[in-house]
C-alpha cells in the first residue's frame, strides 16, 4: 500500500515517519522549497504535555471587550467581512463552556501523553538534534486571583495523571531565579517537572530527512498540490501547481490550512481558522562569558533569562532556552491571515519582553509571525474525511502541533489500519 502525506510540517513529516515504522510506502509532499517552513518555523519551542487547555473557555467571555479595544491584548480580534470567520468565532464562543472545555482537555490530556511516550520512544531508537531538554515549566501568574483559579485546573489535571504543583513567588524563583526580574509583581507559578522543549523546525526536518533516506519512501518539495482528483468517491490522485498528478492508494491532509481549501473544493468544510502568532529568537551565546556562565541583571545574582521554560500568564508569552537562543512566542491574532509581521505587534511583544526581563537584547532577535490551523473546540481533526474513503485529515492542532504530533500520527495510523485505538479517538472525529 502506498500513501500521499500532503504536508511536510511537523505533523506531516511525524505521520510519514510513523507510517514508515509501520512498513508502509509512503510519498510526502511539501509545497515549499523545504519542511517546517510555515507553522513549525519558529514556535514557542514548548513540548507542553500537561498544559493543554483549550483557548475556549468560560472566561472568554469576560475578556472578550479587551480583546475588541485594546491594542496590545494578547489576542486580537480584526472583524472580516468572511462567512468563514464567523462562522469558525460562533462555534468557538459555543465551545466556550466549562463542560467543553473540561472534555478538550481530557482528550488532549491523553493525546499529548500519547506524543510524549512516542517521542521518547522515537528518540531512543534514532535520536535527532533539535536542542531537546527535559527541564520542566513554570506557568508564572502576577495575580493572586488566576494563581487560585489555577489550582482547580490542576486538580482537575491531576485526575488525568497530570503532575502539577502551585509554588508561591518564593518557590517559584528557587527553581528559575530569572523569575526575580519580575519583582513583586510575580506571585506565584504553577510547576510541572515533567514538560519538555525543543526546536520544532530541527525536529521537523530531522524527521523529514529519516524519510528521505528511507527506501520504503519518496519525500519531495516544491510539489504544491493545488486538487485532489476524485473518482466514485474515492481520490486517485493529487494533483500538483506543475500538472503533475501523484496516485496513491491512501492520502493524509496534514498540510493545515491548505487542506481545508482542498476539502472545500470537493464539497467538505471543516472548521478550521488561522490564529496568527509571533516569536522573537534572542541569541544568547554572545552574552556568556568564556567559562560559559549565565548572562545576568545589574544585580549579578539574577540570570537576564530563564533556564526552564517559562509562560508568563498574563501576558500570554512563553520563554524556551534552545540551545543558545531564547525563543519567545505570543498573541493571538483572529482575522489576520498573512504571515507578514506588523510592526506594532511585534513592539508591543518587544515591550512585554523588555518589562519582564529587562538585560535581554530584544534588538539583536530575529523575528516571525505564523498561522497556527485551529479548530474552535482546540482539539485537533484526525479522521477518515467524510466525503471520500481514503481521505484521511490530520489537522487543527493550533498551538499544540509540536506537542501533539508524534501522538496524533500514531492514532492516524491505527484508524487506518483498522485495529484499536491507544485513545479513544472520538473526540478527534470530523466535526
Given amino acids: 500500500m502506498k500513501i ?16 514508515l515504522r509501520q512498513g508502509k510506502r509512503v510519498i510526502l509532499l511539501e509545497g515549499r522549497e523545504g519542511p517546517g517552513l510555515l507553522t513549525s518555523y519558529a514556535n514557542g519551542g514548548q513540548l507542553s504535555y500537561d498544559y493543554v487547555a483549550p483557548l475556549a473557555d468560560p472566561g ?40 467543553t472545555a473540561k472534555a478538550s482537555t481530557a482528550a488532549l490530556l491523553q493525546l499529548s501523553y500519547l506524543s510524549r511516550d512516542t517521542l521518547h520512544q522515537w528518540m531512543s531508537q534514532d535520536p535527532i538534534d533539535f536542542h531537546y531538554k527535559a527541564n520542566g515549566k513554570l506557568i508564572a501568574y502576577r495575580s493572586p486571583h488566576l494563581l487560585e483559579k489555577a489550582r482547580k485546573q490542576v486538580e482537575y489535571q491531576a485526575r488525568h495523571g497530570s503532575q502539577q504543583r502551585i509554588l508561591n513567588r518564593e518557590q517559584s524563583i528557587e527553581i528559575e531565579p530569572a523569575l526575580a526580574n519580575l519583582g513583586p509583581a510575580l506571585a506565584g507559578c504553577v510547576h510541572t517537572p515533567t514538560e519538555e522543549v525543543g ?27 493545488v486538487r485532489l482528483n476524485t473518482r466514485q468517491g474515492r481520490v486517485v490522485s493529487a494533483q500538483l501547481a506543475t500538472g503533475e498528478a501523484i496516485e496513491a492508494d491512501q492520502f493524509v491532509l496534514a498540510n493545515g490550512l491548505q487542506g481545508y481549501d482542498l476539502l472545500k473544493q470537493q464539497g467538505e468544510s471543516i472548521q478550521l481558522y488561522g490564529l496568527k502568532g509571533y516569536s522573537l529568537s534572542i541569541p544568547l551565546a554572545a552574552a556568556t562569558d568564556p567559562n560559559g556562565a549565565e548572562p545576568a541583571t545589574s544585580d549579578l545574582s539574577v540570570p537576564a533569562a530563564p533556564s526552564i521554560s517559562v509562560t508568563d500568564y ?29 510592526p506594532e505587534r511585534i513592539r508591543h511583544l518587544k515591550n512585554e519582553v523588555r518589562n519582564a526581563f529587562p538585560a535581554l537584547d530584544v534588538d539583536s532577535a530575529q523575528e516571525w509571525a505564523g498561522e497556527r490551523p485551529a479548530t474552535p473546540e482546540g482539539r485537533p481533526v484526525i479522521s477518515r474525511s467524510r466525503k471520500l474513503d481514503n481521505l484521511w485529515l490530520n489537522l487543527g492542532h493550533g498551538a499544540l502541533g509540536f506537542t501533539l504530533a508524534c501522538g496524533s500520527a500514531v492514532l492516524l495510523h491505527a484508524l487506518m489500519s483498522g485495529g484499536d485505538t491507544p485513545v479513544d479517538a472520538t473526540p478527534f472525529r470530523v466535526r
Fill in 314 to 342: 498574563e501576558r500570554r508569552t512563553v520563554y524556551a532556552r534552545l540551545g543558545n537562543i531564547l525563543r519567545i512566542a505570543a498573541m493571538v491574532d483572529i482575522g489576520d491571515a498573512t504571515n507578514a509581521i506588523r
Fill in 60 to 99: 472568554v467571555f469576560q475578556d472578550l471587550p479587551k480583546w475588541l479595544l485594546n491594542p496590545g491584548s494578547p489576542l486580537r480580534f480584526r472583524p472580516q467581512f468572511s462567512p468563514r470567520q464567523w462562522c469558525w468565532l460562533m462555534a468557538f464562543l459555543r465551545a466556550s463552556n466549562a463542560a
Fill in 199 to 225: 526546536d520544532c523546525y530541527l525536529f521537523t526536518r530531522g524527521l523529514y530527512e529519516r524519510v528521505q533516506a528511507h527506501p520504503l519512501a519518496t519525500a519531495r518539495c516544491n510539489a504544491r498540490v
Fill in 4 to 19: 500521499a502525506i500532503i504536508g511536510a510540517g511537523v505533523i506531516g513529516s511525524a505521520t510519514a515517519w510513523e507510517l
